[in-house]
């Protein structure tokens, strides 16, 4: 699963992919070039279990980022190219007002960016829609297949939703249709997270739902504390409880539709990823194979359970551990211990 960062120049996408992966990007790389980069997820369920459980070590879950070319007139598209391979769109736009940074339209307007940004990706589905509904249209003297006449149907729905100016993630598409279009890479299929690089001062300010305000200048301060406890002090001292960072590593995961189950033991206490509405041997098998493999069962504990009986003895000795079987859809936050058998 990965998420594009996607925006005009100077909207900051560069600065956010560098503090979310740590990957340092050359302001000169090569035109076109997307570059790949790991976000740990600061996830505090994370924090929580390794205070409790004291392991060697803790593992974070993981977002998956693309720094895709800056949104320009370019034949190539390279920036549709790069974002047509991900799975989420997180659109940065610009909505700090330092002078000192160009605007490739000469002002600060992030209403008007991001209503650009929009159209040019409607506008990408649209016409691939209609280069294949021509392509269809042609082919079909010679009789159609029963797979073309479902493309040509949903594909006929597409340009409706297109041309009433909704995406197609809008569209009323059922699975089957969209299965159908998966390989055409259309764009507006895909979720959205608006990001709105802004001023310091418009922190808090409203933005549309769903959508995030951070300020990647802000965000390079909070990176720069070492310090964990520092480092909320300041949050807390500029009126906010997490970074913006971890804010949009949040969304993301949720807007691709993940959540995390936990493991805990002496070794590790870690998080592993999963689509919600996963079966417990689905999770089984993120741990390994094996264990989906010779799934018995899975002992349950969910993770608020464990802060307040305060230790994994505590909540058993509650009768708090669940045992469940395979048809058990896992939750959000469980702590997981798979039976398995080889
Ligand atoms: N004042 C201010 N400047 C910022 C902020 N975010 C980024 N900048 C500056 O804006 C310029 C553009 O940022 P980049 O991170 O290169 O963003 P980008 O151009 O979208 O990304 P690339 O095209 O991939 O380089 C740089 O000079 C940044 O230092 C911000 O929140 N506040
Ligand atoms: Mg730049």
């Excluded at 998420?3 to 340092?24: D, E, N, S, V």
């Excluded at 149907?153 to 995406?167: G, I, S």
């Excluded at 709105?196 to 959508?211: C, K, Q």
């Excluded at 720069?224 to 002090?233: K, Q």
Aim: proline letters at 4%.
């Amino acid at each position: 699963m990965k998420i594009a960062l996607l925006g005009y120049p100077q909207a900051g996408k560069r600065t956010l992919f560098t503090l979310l992966t740590g990957r340092k990007v050359p302001e000169g790389r090569k035109p076109g070039e997307a570059v790949e980069g790991v976000a740990f997820i600061r996830d505090p369920r994370v924090d929580r279990l390794d205070e409790i459980c004291r392991p060697q070590r803790k593992v974070y879950a993981e977002n998956h980022f693309v720094l895709c070319p800056d949104i320009v007139e370019d034949p190539s598209r390279a920036w549709l190219e790069a974002a047509r391979k991900c799975d989420l769109l997180c659109i940065v736009v610009r909505s700090f007002s330092s002078g000192d940074v160009y605007h490739p339209l000469g002002s600060v307007n992030a209403a008007r960016d991001l209503d650009n940004i929009r159209s040019e990706l409607m506008f990408a589905d649209m016409e691939m829609v209609e280069k294949r509904l021509t392509r269809i249209g042609r082919e079909k003297r010679a009789g159609q297949s029963p797979e073309q006449a479902n493309e040509e149907k949903a594909l006929t729905k597409c340009m409706a939703a297109l041309e009433a100016n909704r995406r197609l993630s809008e569209a009323d598409l059922n699975s089957r249709e969209i299965a159908v279009l998966r390989s055409l890479g259309l764009v507006t299929l895909l979720p959205e997270l608006v990001v709105y690089n802004v001023d310091e001062s418009d922190l808090s300010r409203d933005f549309a739902p769903g959508t995030l305000a951070v300020s990647a200048k802000i965000e390079a301060e909070i990176m720069a504390i070492e310090n964990p406890s520092e480092r909320t002090e300041y949050l807390k001292s500029i009126g906010l409880s997490s970074s913006g960072l971890d804010r949009m590593n949040a969304a993301a995961y949720a807007a691709l539709g993940l959540m995390s189950f936990y493991t805990i033991g002496k070794d590790e206490v870690r998080a592993w990823t999963i689509r919600k509405g996963s079966l417990a041997p689905t999770a089984a098998g993120k741990v390994h194979t094996d264990i989906e493999r010779g799934f018995i069962r899975v002992e349950i504990i969910k993770y608020d359970d464990l802060i307040a009986a305060g230790s994994e003895q505590a909540v058993k000795a509650q009768g708090r551990m669940q045992l469940k079987g395979k048809d058990y859809t896992i939750e959000d936050g469980d702590i997981c211990h798979f039976l398995f058998n080889v």
